[in-house]
Structures are given as structure tokens and as C-alpha cells.
């Protein structure tokens, strides 16, 4: 039996939209149509990153501490900080450790007697701004030893972008979900596919639900045949 012998199907944008398009009923037929598709295309983005954490999203960066400052604005892709740690002595192969650094709230660094308080930081939170998050942390760092934070932080999904010919940024397994839920937001704007959206939102949360389960970190789980025995 002949079978291709590839695994890189995908849909561009245009693709995308024109499935999501059949599926309200509808033809994708004018320049408006698409620009208001798209639109509701990074909306959607947003929602999944509202949604939770996705494991396709997690991406690693570290921070250099410097002596005396206890806030680093980060890039504008960072939408918020998994998991942290604090690294001292990084590079030196006999002294580097990595410490186990806890998260607060704003609410818990606001009752901190002494905010200026310097040492090896083993706190941090996260100042969400418009435009991109800062972490601080606690205590300021002293200049006992030169800190690094590495951490993990869920990056944002990137925008469709004008091109018809744009892949867009997201795992294929996502592909039925990012189309059923396009499908679903057309059919929410145009009054004459308004019948079909009840339908649409069943089959968009069920493939979110199919797609979120397959992101989500597995650990091994094994059946041993006889592998009980009775006393």
C-alpha cells in the first residue's frame, strides 16, 4: 500500500479562514470578510491565553540579577512566570546551585516590613503592566554572590498578521480546535448563521477540550501483568 511518507500538513491563514467559513455556512467573499475573521481570530488567541496554561506556550529565559535592584521589566512576548529559580555562582561547575524561589502575591510583598531589606532573594512577584510584565524580587539582591533567575513563563501567541500565506502560531494538534472556534465566532456576528452556533460552541468547547487534554504534561503509567501477588 502507497502512502505519502510526509507529516507536515498544514493551513495557512486563508485556509483557515475559508474553513472556518464553510463550517458557519458561509463564503468568504470579500476583503471585509476577511479583515473582520482575522480579528476575531487574535481575539480568540487571547481567550486561550485567558483559558491557562498551555505546555505548547512554556518557553525558558533567565534574568542576571545586578546588587541593589530588586525589579527587571522582561519582554512584551511574556504574559506571566510558571516557575522560578535562583541560580548563584552560575558557570562555575563545582559551586553553581540552583535554589527553589517562592511566588507571592502584591497583596503579601505590601505587607513586607522592610521592602528594601538586602540578601539572597527567595521571593518574587510579578507586576503585570499593558504593556509587559516586571519581576521583582525579594530580598534585593546583595553582592555576597552574582544571581541568576532562570524560570519558565507562558509566551504569547503571536498575531495572524496580515499574509493569506502566514502559518499561524500554534501546534498542528490545535488545528480542529482553532477552526471549530473561528467557525463559532463568525456564526456569532452574522445574523444569518446565528442557527448554527449553538452547534458551533458545542463542537468548538468539545475540540478545546480534546486539544487542552493532549497539552497537558503526562507521566508514564504502566500495566504489569501478575504484578500483585497475595499474602
Same mark, same amino acid.
Request: proline residues 4%.
Given at each position: 500500500?502507497?502512502?505519502?511518507?510526509?507529516?507536515?500538513?498544514?493551513?495557512?491563514?486563508?485556509?483557515?479562514?475559508?474553513?472556518?467559513?464553510?463550517?458557519?455556512?458561509?463564503?468568504?467573499?470579500?476583503?471585509?470578510?476577511?479583515?473582520?475573521?482575522?480579528?476575531?481570530?487574535?481575539?480568540?488567541?487571547?481567550?486561550?491565553?485567558?483559558?491557562?496554561?498551555?505546555?505548547?506556550?512554556?518557553?525558558?529565559?533567565?534574568?542576571?540579577?545586578?546588587?541593589?535592584?530588586?525589579?527587571?521589566?522582561?519582554?512584551?512576548?511574556?504574559?506571566?512566570? +510558571?516557575?522560578?529559580?535562583?541560580?548563584?555562582?552560575?558557570?562555575?561547575?563545582?559551586?553553581?546551585?540552583?535554589?527553589?524561589?517562592?511566588?507571592?502575591?502584591?497583596?503579601?510583598?505590601?505587607?513586607?516590613?522592610?521592602?528594601?531589606?538586602?540578601?539572597?532573594?527567595?521571593?518574587?512577584?510579578?507586576?503585570?503592566?499593558?504593556?509587559?510584565?516586571?519581576?521583582?524580587?525579594?530580598?534585593?539582591?546583595?553582592?555576597?554572590?552574582?544571581?541568576?533567575?532562570?524560570?519558565?513563563?507562558?509566551?504569547? +501567541?503571536?498575531?495572524?498578521?496580515?499574509?493569506?500565506?502566514?502559518? +499561524?502560531?500554534?501546534?498542528?494538534?490545535?488545528?480542529?480546535?482553532?477552526?471549530?472556534?473561528?467557525?463559532?465566532?463568525?456564526? +456569532?456576528?452574522?445574523?444569518?448563521?446565528?442557527?448554527?452556533?449553538?452547534?458551533?460552541?458545542?463542537?468548538?468547547?468539545?475540540?478545546?477540550?480534546?486539544?487542552?487534554?493532549?497539552?497537558?504534561?503526562?507521566?508514564?503509567?504502566?500495566?504489569?501483568?501478575?504484578?500483585?501477588?497475595?499474602?
Amino acid at each position: 500500500m502507497a502512502t505519502s511518507g510526509t507529516y507536515t500538513f498544514n493551513l495557512d491563514l486563508s485556509d483557515i479562514l475559508e474553513e472556518a467559513y464553510e463550517r458557519a455556512g458561509l463564503e468568504l467573499r470579500s476583503g471585509y470578510d476577511y479583515r473582520t475573521a482575522r480579528r476575531s481570530l487574535d481575539l480568540m488567541f487571547l481567550e486561550w491565553q485567558n483559558r491557562g496554561l498551555n505546555l505548547w506556550t512554556v518557553q525558558e529565559d533567565s534574568q542576571t540579577l545586578t546588587a541593589g535592584t530588586g525589579r527587571y521589566a522582561l519582554s512584551g512576548d511574556q504574559l506571566d512566570i +510558571v516557575e522560578a529559580f535562583l541560580r548563584t555562582d552560575d558557570g562555575d561547575t563545582s559551586k553553581q546551585t540552583d535554589l527553589t524561589m517562592s511566588r507571592i502575591s502584591i497583596s503579601q510583598y505590601s505587607h513586607l516590613t522592610n521592602k528594601l531589606t538586602q540578601g539572597r532573594p527567595i521571593q518574587y512577584w510579578i507586576e503585570k503592566d499593558p504593556g509587559a510584565i516586571a519581576l521583582n524580587v525579594w530580598p534585593v539582591p546583595d553582592d555576597a554572590e552574582t544571581y541568576k533567575i532562570g524560570y519558565y513563563y507562558i509566551q504569547r +501567541v503571536e498575531d495572524t498578521g496580515s499574509p493569506a500565506s502566514n502559518n +499561524v502560531d500554534i501546534p498542528s494538534r490545535f488545528l480542529p480546535c482553532m477552526a471549530a472556534g473561528l467557525a463559532y465566532h463568525i456564526s +456569532v456576528k452574522r445574523p444569518e448563521a446565528s442557527d448554527r452556533a449553538p452547534l458551533l460552541k458545542q463542537i468548538y468547547d468539545e475540540q478545546w477540550d480534546l486539544a487542552a487534554d493532549a497539552d497537558r504534561d503526562k507521566s508514564s503509567f504502566y500495566m504489569v501483568p501478575g504484578g500483585y501477588s497475595r499474602v
